[in-house]
Protein backbone atom coordinates (compact mmCIF):
# COMPACT_ATOMS: atom_id res chain seq x y z
CA UNK A 1 0.00 0.00 0.00
CA UNK A 2 1.05 3.49 -0.94
CA UNK A 3 0.95 6.73 1.10
CA UNK A 4 0.01 9.84 -1.16
CA UNK A 5 3.93 11.28 -2.12
CA UNK A 6 5.50 14.21 -1.13
CA UNK A 7 7.77 15.90 -3.85
CA UNK A 8 10.92 18.57 -3.04
CA UNK A 9 12.33 20.40 -5.77
CA UNK A 10 16.30 21.13 -6.19
CA UNK A 11 16.60 23.66 -8.76
CA UNK A 12 19.92 23.34 -8.84
CA UNK A 13 23.28 21.86 -6.80
CA UNK A 14 23.37 24.45 -4.54
CA UNK A 15 19.79 23.62 -3.19
CA UNK A 16 20.80 19.66 -2.67
CA UNK A 17 21.54 20.30 1.30
CA UNK A 18 18.07 21.58 1.83
CA UNK A 19 16.49 18.58 -0.29
CA UNK A 20 18.58 16.34 1.96
CA UNK A 21 17.53 17.82 5.25
CA UNK A 22 13.58 17.53 4.23
CA UNK A 23 14.85 14.22 2.92
CA UNK A 24 15.91 13.25 6.41
CA UNK A 25 12.93 14.65 8.01
CA UNK A 26 11.10 11.97 5.86
CA UNK A 27 12.70 9.08 6.68
CA UNK A 28 10.67 8.89 10.13
CA UNK A 29 10.94 5.32 11.29
CA UNK A 30 11.86 3.61 7.86
CA UNK A 31 15.70 2.45 7.51
CA UNK A 32 15.09 0.92 3.75
CA UNK A 33 15.20 3.66 1.12
CA UNK A 34 14.90 2.96 -2.61
CA UNK A 35 16.21 5.60 -5.25
CA UNK A 36 15.03 5.15 -8.53
CA UNK A 37 16.04 7.32 -11.11
CA UNK A 38 17.82 7.27 -14.86
CA UNK A 39 21.50 6.93 -15.07
CA UNK A 40 23.28 10.73 -14.22
CA UNK A 41 20.31 11.90 -12.39
CA UNK A 42 21.93 12.09 -8.80
CA UNK A 43 21.21 9.25 -7.01
CA UNK A 44 24.77 8.91 -5.36
CA UNK A 45 25.05 13.03 -5.22
CA UNK A 46 21.79 12.99 -2.57
CA UNK A 47 22.87 9.81 -0.61
CA UNK A 48 26.20 12.01 -0.08
CA UNK A 49 24.35 15.12 0.95
CA UNK A 50 21.87 13.07 2.65
CA UNK A 51 24.94 11.19 4.43
CA UNK A 52 26.46 14.31 4.56
CA UNK A 53 23.75 15.18 6.64
CA UNK A 54 23.33 12.50 9.29
CA UNK A 55 27.13 13.06 9.90
CA UNK A 56 28.96 11.33 7.91
CA UNK A 57 32.01 13.62 6.37
CA UNK A 58 31.24 13.90 2.66
CA UNK A 59 34.54 12.40 1.71
CA UNK A 60 33.89 9.22 3.14
CA UNK A 61 30.69 8.70 0.72
CA UNK A 62 31.65 7.28 -2.39
CA UNK A 63 29.21 4.80 -5.19
CA UNK A 64 29.88 1.44 -4.30
CA UNK A 65 29.12 0.55 -7.85
CA UNK A 66 32.06 -2.13 -7.93
CA UNK A 67 32.20 -2.88 -4.11
CA UNK A 68 28.44 -3.34 -3.81
CA UNK A 69 27.76 -2.12 -0.39
CA UNK A 70 29.72 0.73 1.67
CA UNK A 71 29.54 1.03 5.08
CA UNK A 72 29.37 4.79 6.77
CA UNK A 73 29.28 5.79 10.41
CA UNK A 74 26.78 8.54 11.14
CA UNK A 75 26.92 11.06 14.10
CA UNK A 76 25.99 8.62 16.45
CA UNK A 77 28.44 6.28 15.20
CA UNK A 78 25.41 3.91 13.92
CA UNK A 79 26.12 1.92 10.75
CA UNK A 80 24.59 3.13 7.22
CA UNK A 81 24.91 0.80 4.16
CA UNK A 82 24.88 2.44 0.69
CA UNK A 83 24.56 -0.05 -2.21
CA UNK A 84 24.44 0.27 -5.14
CA UNK A 85 23.04 -2.99 -7.31
CA UNK A 86 23.55 -1.62 -10.98
CA UNK A 87 25.85 -4.44 -12.10
CA UNK A 88 24.24 -7.38 -10.60
CA UNK A 89 23.02 -9.47 -12.62
CA UNK A 90 20.23 -11.31 -10.98
CA UNK A 91 19.08 -10.89 -7.03
CA UNK A 92 21.36 -14.55 -6.63
CA UNK A 93 23.91 -12.45 -6.43
CA UNK A 94 22.80 -9.57 -3.66
CA UNK A 95 21.78 -13.05 -1.66
CA UNK A 96 25.45 -14.04 -1.31
CA UNK A 97 26.87 -10.87 -0.59
CA UNK A 98 24.60 -10.94 2.17
CA UNK A 99 21.61 -8.23 1.57
CA UNK A 100 18.92 -9.47 3.36
CA UNK A 101 21.33 -9.66 6.57
CA UNK A 102 22.11 -5.97 5.90
CA UNK A 103 18.05 -4.86 5.09
CA UNK A 104 16.75 -6.82 8.52
CA UNK A 105 19.80 -5.37 10.70
CA UNK A 106 17.49 -2.49 11.55
CA UNK A 107 20.10 -0.30 10.20
CA UNK A 108 19.71 2.48 7.40
CA UNK A 109 19.67 0.76 3.95
CA UNK A 110 20.24 3.49 0.68
CA UNK A 111 19.68 1.58 -1.93
CA UNK A 112 20.86 2.57 -5.64
CA UNK A 113 19.13 0.73 -8.40
CA UNK A 114 16.76 -1.19 -6.32
CA UNK A 115 14.83 -2.40 -9.25
CA UNK A 116 17.54 -5.21 -9.57
CA UNK A 117 17.03 -7.14 -6.37
CA UNK A 118 13.15 -6.02 -6.31
CA UNK A 119 11.76 -9.60 -4.85
CA UNK A 120 14.28 -9.32 -2.27
CA UNK A 121 13.03 -5.70 -0.87
CA UNK A 122 11.14 -5.52 2.73
CA UNK A 123 7.40 -4.55 1.46
CA UNK A 124 7.81 -1.09 3.87
CA UNK A 125 10.04 1.46 2.35
CA UNK A 126 10.43 4.71 1.15
CA UNK A 127 10.99 4.80 -2.83
CA UNK A 128 12.66 7.79 -3.46
CA UNK A 129 12.50 8.82 -7.54
CA UNK A 130 14.83 11.58 -8.98
CA UNK A 131 13.30 13.18 -12.01
CA UNK A 132 15.90 14.86 -14.37
CA UNK A 133 14.15 18.78 -14.86
CA UNK A 134 17.03 20.92 -16.35
CA UNK A 135 21.09 20.64 -16.53
CA UNK A 136 21.15 20.74 -12.36
CA UNK A 137 16.97 20.63 -11.53
CA UNK A 138 16.00 17.64 -10.12
CA UNK A 139 12.32 15.94 -8.55
CA UNK A 140 12.05 14.09 -6.03
CA UNK A 141 9.14 12.65 -5.26
CA UNK A 142 9.09 9.77 -2.08
CA UNK A 143 6.44 7.84 -1.32
CA UNK A 144 6.26 5.05 1.75
CA UNK A 145 5.20 1.87 0.76
CA UNK A 146 4.07 -0.51 3.85
Not at 42 to 68: Q, R, W, Y
Not at 73 to 99: K, V, W
Request: aromatic share 8%.
Amino acid sequence: MAIPETEIAVPSLADLPAAAAQLRASLSDHNIILFEGEMGAGKTTLIKALCENLGVPASEVSSPTFSLVNEYRDARNQPIYHFDFYRLDNSAEALAMGALEYFDSGYLCLIEWPSRVSDLLPPRHLLVTLTVTGEEARVLQLKTMS
